[in-house]
T-cell receptor
C-alpha cells in the first residue's frame, strides 16, 4: 500500500507570494491533518479535514487555509508569504473509526523556503 | 490547555547502552499519548501509543513506554540502543474533543556513539 505522498518536496518562494501544497493520503483514509514544523516553534497543528470538511483548526492566521477533495486528497494554501512561514509542512492521514483516536501516518513533508 | 514537555534537547548514548527519553504532559483527563520518531529528511513514524489499559506499552523497533499518571509522565525506553536509532524523538498528546489533533513536545535529538 502506498504511503502518504506530498508534493512538491521542496519549494522556494519570495515574500508576498502565495503557495499551494498537496497531500495524497493512504488509500481508504478519509482524514487528513496538516502540521507546520520549524526549529523555533516545533511541530504545530494547522488543521484537519474529514469528508471534505474542516473538523479541527489550530492557532494560525487566516493566511493559512486548506481544503479536501472528494477523493480525500488535500491541499493547503498560504497567501502573502512571510519569512516566518519557512518550514517543513507535514501531512498525516488516518482511517477514521468512530470518534476515538486513530493512528496517523505522516508523509515526508514539503520543505518551504521563503526568501 | 494540554501541553507536552521533553526536558532533554540532546542525548548521546553509546551503542548497546540503555536509553530513556523523558516526557511529561499536562492534561486534565486520561490522555492519549504517543511517541514518534523522525529521521533526517523524513516524516514522522509512530513508535507506540497509549490509550488506556496496561500502563506499559510495547512499540516497534524494541521500544517501550510506561504511563505514570501520578507523575504525568510517559517515558520512552529501550534496553539496548543501535546506531540506527539515532534520530529525533517526539512525544505527543491527543487533544480532548479533537480526534486527530496532536500537541507535540519539542523533541529530543538522540546521537549514538560507536
Amino acid at each position: 500500500k502506498a504511503g502518504v505522498t506530498q508534493t512538491p518536496r521542496y519549494l522556494i518562494k519570495t515574500r508576498g507570494q502565495q503557495v499551494t501544497l498537496s497531500c495524497s493520503p493512504i488509500s481508504g483514509h478519509r482524514s487528513v491533518s496538516w502540521y507546520q514544523q520549524t526549529p523555533g516553534q516545533g511541530l504545530q497543528f494547522l488543521f484537519e479535514y474529514f469528508s471534505e470538511t474542516q473538523r479541527n483548526k489550530g492557532n494560525f492566521p487566516g493566511r493559512f487555509s486548506g481544503r479536501q477533495f472528494s477523493n480525500s486528497r488535500s491541499e493547503m494554501n498560504v497567501s502573502t508569504l512571510e519569512l516566518g512561514d519557512s518550514a517543513l509542512y507535514l501531512c498525516a492521514s488516518s482511517f477514521v473509526v468512530g470518534s476515538d483516536y486513530n493512528e496517523q501516518f505522516f508523509g515526508p513533508g514539503t520543505r518551504l523556503t521563503v526568501l | 490547555a494540554q501541553s507536552v514537555t521533553q526536558p532533554d534537547i540532546h542525548i548521546t548514548v553509546s551503542e548497546g547502552a540503555s536509553l530513556e527519553l523523558r516526557c511529561n504532559y499536562s492534561y486534565g483527563a486520561t490522555p492519549y499519548l504517543f511517541w514518534y520518531v523522525q529521521s533526517p529528511g523524513q516524516g514522522l513514524q509512530l513508535l507506540l501509543k497509549y490509550f488506556s489499559g496496561d500502563t506499559l506499552v510495547q512499540g516497534i523497533k524494541g521500544f517501550e513506554a510506561e504511563f505514570k499518571r501520578s507523575q504525568s509522565s510517559f517515558n520512552l525506553r529501550k534496553p539496548s540502543v543501535h546506531w540506527s536509532d539515532a534520530a529525533e524523538y517526539f512525544c505527543a498528546v491527543g487533544v480532548s474533543g479533537a480526534t486527530n489533533k496532536l500537541i507535540f513536545g519539542t523533541g529530543t535529538l538522540l546521537a549514538v556513539q560507536p
